[in-house]
């Protein structure tokens, strides 16, 4: 629903607004419906197996909707979904936080791990270290590997 | 100035309030290197009265020019024919201005217009640039506020969101009245969002 009023409110901008205008009100419009699916989901205390699939598919729905939202001028086929996600990171202050918490939910305690060894660059960038700790304790169980990953984020 | 004031309160058939009219360049963008040229007015769509406007103006200053030998001031005819549509439009349109995005993107770029326009017309009205360029985004900004409100608050209240309520509260009826757990709950409007094709 969020997703369709903004394609409504885009379509009358659509026209009207030259790109760099276009692209930063719909951005603005975007963040509203990023914003509030991540405050109810960065507000669970405890997410099943189940419903992180169902988190995962959501959020790439939505990210992906939101995405094509934003103009982007690219004759190069090849590069356009990147520069989609250039656009989106120009114009959305909240893309990559929504793009990383949708990926979170696809991963597994040895993946995030694993990412946060290699420095994980502008994956966790726009997570802090309380919001990740709060989506870890949320998601897996108490064992000795959570622990591990929640040493590491200290 | 009798002619600009009919044209901005709209009681000229040439330009009713609601017409728009296309304007300014096509501004080619270069991959990596942004625009290719910082002073054209980009193509966009703005109110024929804007453009009216404008051709008012340019004809002020030639009669101005004609009659005077002094270039135009701050208190000639066309500064008062642009302060004019200042301060009416947004009284004369501020319902549509408010509820309308087309109307209000509209109405942005009209002032943008106005303000690129007003330097063209004379580098002495520099003073007018930045109370139009305010007076634009201003609106937009209060409009793009208004509907981020409105779809958040759908997003957060919306149909679907009661929709997953309701059957969360017909499960816990079916369960004997028994309240279901935050994980159970979470799990069900998720699962009416799903259902939906993945947009909330």
């Given at each position: 629903?969020?997703n ?13 607004l ?25 507000m669970?205390?405890?997410v ?34 990147q ?5 989106a990171?120009e114009?959305?202050?909240l ?9 979170f ?24 270290k ?25 | ?6 044209l ?23 991959e ?9 007015f980009k193509k966009?769509?703005?109110?024929a ?12 200053k ?18 008062t024919i ?7 439009v ?19 770029n ?62 816990a ?13 979470f799990q ?13």
């Amino acid at each position: 629903m969020g997703n369709l009023m903004v394609s409504r409110i885009s379509a009358q901008f659509s026209n009207v607004l030259n790109t760099l205008h276009y692209n930063h009100s719909v951005g603005k419009l975007i963040d509203a419906v990023f914003g509030a699916l991540l405050e109810v989901v960065m507000m669970a205390s405890d997410v099943s197996a189940v419903a992180c699939e169902k988190i995962e598919e959501i959020f790439e729905g939505v990210g992906r909707a939101g995405v094509e939202c934003l103009k982007c001028c690219c004759s190069q086929i090849d590069k356009l979904e990147q520069m989609q996600i250039e656009i989106a990171r120009e114009n959305s202050s909240l893309f990559e936080k929504f793009d990383a918490v949708g990926k979170f939910f696809s991963m597994n305690l040895n993946m995030i791990g694993r990412k946060m060894v290699e420095g994980g660059g502008d994956f966790w960038r726009s997570l802090t270290k309380e919001e990740m700790r709060g989506l870890v304790e949320a998601t897996f169980g108490q064992s000795e590997k959570r622990d591990n990953v929640l040493k590491a984020l200290v | 100035m009798v002619r600009a004031r009919s044209l901005i309160l709209g009681e000229d058939e040439s330009a009713p309030a609601g017409n728009v009219v296309t304007v300014g360049e096509e501004v080619e963008e270069i991959e990596g290197e942004g625009e290719e040229d910082y002073f054209k007015f980009k193509k966009c769509q703005v109110m024929a009265i804007a453009k009216k406007v404008v051709e008012l103006c340019e004809e002020a200053k030639q009669f101005e020019a004609e009659f005077s030998d002094c270039e135009p001031t701050s208190t000639s005819t066309s500064t008062t024919i642009l302060q004019l549509f200042k301060l009416l439009v947004p009284r004369q349109q501020s319902q549509a201005i408010k509820t309308s995005p087309k109307r209000c993107a509209v109405f942005h770029n009209s002032c943008l217009f106005l303000a690129h326009s007003s330097v063209t017309l004379n580098p002495s009205f520099l003073s007018l640039y930045p109370s139009f360029t305010r007076l634009g985004c201003d609106a937009l900004a209060d409009l793009i506020d208004g509907q981020r409100e409105e779809i958040e608050s759908v997003v957060r209240g919306g149909m679907e969101v009661s929709e997953c309520r309701q059957l969360v509260n017909g499960v816990a009826k079916l369960l004997g009245g028994s309240r279901l757990t935050p994980l159970a709950s979470f799990q069900f409007i998720l699962l009416g969002a799903a259902l939906r094709g993945g947009d909330c």
